[in-house]
């Protein structure tokens, strides 16, 4: 930050402050301030204001200080950033003000904040950087903790043959959101852990996310053997003895990141078995202060939560015996344990064998767990009751909260407008309250149609942007420029379709007839296109071939342009899909995907559903916002199940949404669409925002963890 503080005058010197605090990235004034200062430059960086400020030339940044209408807009932000880090009045302090001093410690694989720190995957990373933003504006005492990863994930490349390549790019820290946390003197903190008989060290990176920190751990430092310095470089792209590694640092290195930060959360929560051992940690640290180990679960229990993400077996991590004895070897003597006790804390009949389970552990060593829909509590409560022999599965104590989106990251600029305009200027505050969404209904259909048309404009830019500088740089053939997105039609329906390419996820079940779909496509009147994007796991060979199935369908001219696959998937392109199309297609087997969260992107900003009723679609779909694939229906052979529900996504689209979308009056406004669009904001964003799920949390878990903790000490 320093380096940059000389180059800025001072009249406008706390713009570097705002650009390391991801607060700007949700706050439209602080985004159109940035925007303003550079828009070429802002563009360029793809909205990454640090990286701007290195780039910006001093005589630009001059003349903003010398331009009295930015000084203006920069004062007005500096004042509301100053008003919201003050921290008063918020949620949480009116409600429980008695528990300001305590901490809840969020630990997680991956945060999706923004896309200028790509240390993220999919969902469960955007759900925990979207947790982290809403604990910032609902005033909760947070902090996050997690993994630098200078490599990230990977960016994908689709050559011509359609078979995804994953490249790496070291990433410039210095353009990063992040600064290095120091101790008294001004040298860098480390936190080390034992691995398999050698230390192990960490830096400690601080992101600011609004009023709280977020603390990642990176063991990229001179005094660790070259093989450790590699142990954070990418997310998911280890054996299993690089994840046990990792996540033995994230769990223990986490605990100790803190205790060394002198922050003493009373509340641990595992976002996902990944940092599980934490609990672990907690069991040492009372040990060791005298506590028997009984007595120390007990204390840890009532202070954990756990919350589990996938009703998929091969989704939770799990480790041979052989590799937690090479690494926990003598750490349950310091438990006061033996290791038969010890394994059997995680112990599971995994396919392959007996062997240590993450989600076991968090189960076992948890207070408080839950699912992330109703749907998935219930599969869950099914899928783990092996943990409690002597329940019934109704009585398995995994509760659930259905997950929600982060309102102000993933509503468009334009369609904020409108909610400032006819829902009054505190409906953000409010905006889990189902009452102010009813005054929509005095949008003009008009208006309505005009916004939604004006943000596909801006998607279809946006693709035809990004596949012409990949042209320019070179290096690709002319065939990927075509299933770019170059051939889209910008009146046609547009359906997007964008997530993980993970099998169960059916992103081919569109193509089981491709004659029906052929002719949905091609009719010259209705015409009708598909937007495919998403990423496949490295490893994932099948979700690989997906990827290069539907590629080559994209590729085919009988498919006449009107499939385009857009390649790497991230944050900021699921913003401009999950702004601009027409209809969200998701289509998993159900009950599969635990919860999702691109179709709720999608439906607070006016964009219908078209999903099988699995996770949040099952309790979001209401008959008049969207379109509900098939029935709640599970069949056990799946290829009767991918029939059924392909010819229901036939079926709807020829007879409901095709005709619905092409039916406009003379003024070419389509009122029956525009109505389910008012019905899917009206209906979704109270409901599946973060505010309601936040609140949730807080309510049901957080509080009655903080309570335990003070009858413990009493
Ligand atoms: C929202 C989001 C996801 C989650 O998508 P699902 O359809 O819920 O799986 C994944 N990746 C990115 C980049 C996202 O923004």
Not at 117 to 136: F, N, Q, R, T, V
Not at 230 to 236: P, W
Request: proline share 5%.
């Amino acid at each position: 930050m320093s380096h940059l503080n000389d180059k800025v005058p001072e009249k406008i010197g706390r713009i570097t402050e705002l650009a390391y605090n991801l607060w700007w990235s949700w706050t439209p004034e602080a985004r159109g301030l940035f925007r303003r200062l550079d828009y070429p430059l802002w563009r360029k960086t793809l909205h990454n204001p640090v990286q701007m400020l290195q780039e910006i030339s001093p005589a630009k940044l001059q003349e903003a200080a010398q331009d009295s209408i930015f000084i203006r807009q920069y004062n007005k932000v500096m004042m509301l950033f100053d008003e919201t880090m003050k921290n008063r009045g918020t949620w949480f302090h009116q409600t429980y003000p008695e528990l300001g001093d305590k901490t809840i410690g969020y630990f997680s694989f991956e945060f999706g904040l923004h896309s200028s720190l790509p240390i993220y995957s999919g969902g469960l990373g955007i759900l925990s950087g979207d947790h982290a933003k809403e604990a910032s504006d609902l005033g909760l005492p947070f902090v996050g903790v997690g993994f630098m990863y200078p490599q990230g994930y990977f960016r994908q490349r689709l050559p011509s043959h359609g078979w995804q390549e994953a490249v790496y790019h070291q990433l410039d820290i210095s353009q990063a959101p992040v600064l290095p946390m120091l101790d008294g003197n001004g040298h860098e903190m480390r936190v080390s852990v034992n691995l398999a008989g050698r230390p192990v060290h960490a830096r400690i990176w601080h992101v600011r996310v609004g009023r709280n920190p977020l603390f990642l751990l990176d063991t990229d430092v001179d005094e660790n053997e070259p093989w450790d310095r590699e142990l954070s470089a990418r997310l998911y792209a280890g054996d299993s003895e690089t994840r046990i590694r990792q996540e033995i640092m994230l769990g223990i290195g986490g605990v100790r990141a803190l205790r060394a930060l002198g922050i003493n959360p009373s509340v641990w929560h595992m976002n996902e078995g990944h940092s599980a051992f934490l609990t672990l940690e907690g069991i040492r640290e009372q040990v060791s202060q005298g506590k028997s180990f009984e007595e120390a679960v007990t204390i840890v229990k009532k202070q954990s939560v756990f919350t589990t993400h996938t009703p998929v077996p091969a989704g939770h991590d799990a480790f041979g015996f052989h590799l937690v004895e090479q690494y926990f070897n003598g750490y349950w003597d310091e438990l006061g344990i033996s290791r038969e006790r010890f394994l059997s804390l995680g112990g599971h009949e995994e396919e392959w064998g007996m062997a240590f389970n993450m989600t076991v552990l968090a189960l076992n060593l948890s207070g408080q767990s839950n699912g992330v829909s109703e749907l998935h509590g219930k599969v869950s409560r099914e899928m783990w009751q092996e943990v409690w022999p002597s329940k019934t599965a109704d009585e398995v104590p995994i509760s659930s909260i259905t997950n929600g989106v982060h309102v102000s990251t993933w509503v468009a600029g334009e369609v904020h407008n409108i909610f400032d305009k006819y829902l009054g200027p505190s409906w953000l505050d409010e905006q889990d309250n189902p009452a102010i969404w009813q005054r929509l209904a005095e949008v003009p259909d008009g208006e309505m149609w005009e916004v939604h048309l004006a943000l596909k404009r801006k998607l279809m830019s946006f693709l035809r942007e990004r596949v012409r500088r990949r042209w320019v740089s070179g290096g690709n053939d002319p065939t990927q420029v075509l299933t770019s997105g170059t051939l889209l039609d910008p009146e046609a329906l547009t359906i997007g379709f964008a997530r993980r390419f993970a099998t169960y996820k059916r992103a081919t079940l569109i193509f089981r007839d491709l004659q029906r779909l052929q002719n949905i496509l091609l009719d010259t009147h209705r015409p009708v296109q598909i937007i495919f994007a998403g990423k496949s796991h490295p490893a994932d060979e099948p979700g690989k071939s997906l990827i290069q199935h539907i590629y080559n369908l994209a590729k085919h001219n009988q498919l006449g342009g009107r499939i385009a696959f857009i390649e790497d998937y991230d944050m900021h392109m699921a913003r401009y899909l999950t702004q601009g199309v027409d209809v969200w297609l998701n289509n998993p087997r159900r009950p599969r995907e635990a919860s999702g969260t691109s179709g709720m992107k999608a439906a607070i900003n006016g964009i219908p559903n078209l999903s099988i009723l699995d996770g949040w679609w099952a309790e979001g779909y209401n008959g008049a916002n969207g379109w509900a694939i098939g029935d709640e229906r599970e069949f056990d052979n799946h290829d009767i199940q991918d029939e059924f529900d392909a010819n229901a996504i036939y079926q709807l689209l020829e007879e409901e949404i095709v005709p619905l979308y092409y039916d406009r009056d003379r003024d070419g406004i389509p009122r029956g669409w525009v109505e389910i669009m008012r019905e899917s904001m009206r209906s979704c964003t109270p409901m599946f925002g973060t505010r309601r799920m936040i609140k949730e949390y807080t309510t049901n878990l957080y509080v009655k963890a903080m309570l335990a903790g003070e009858t413990e000490l009493a």
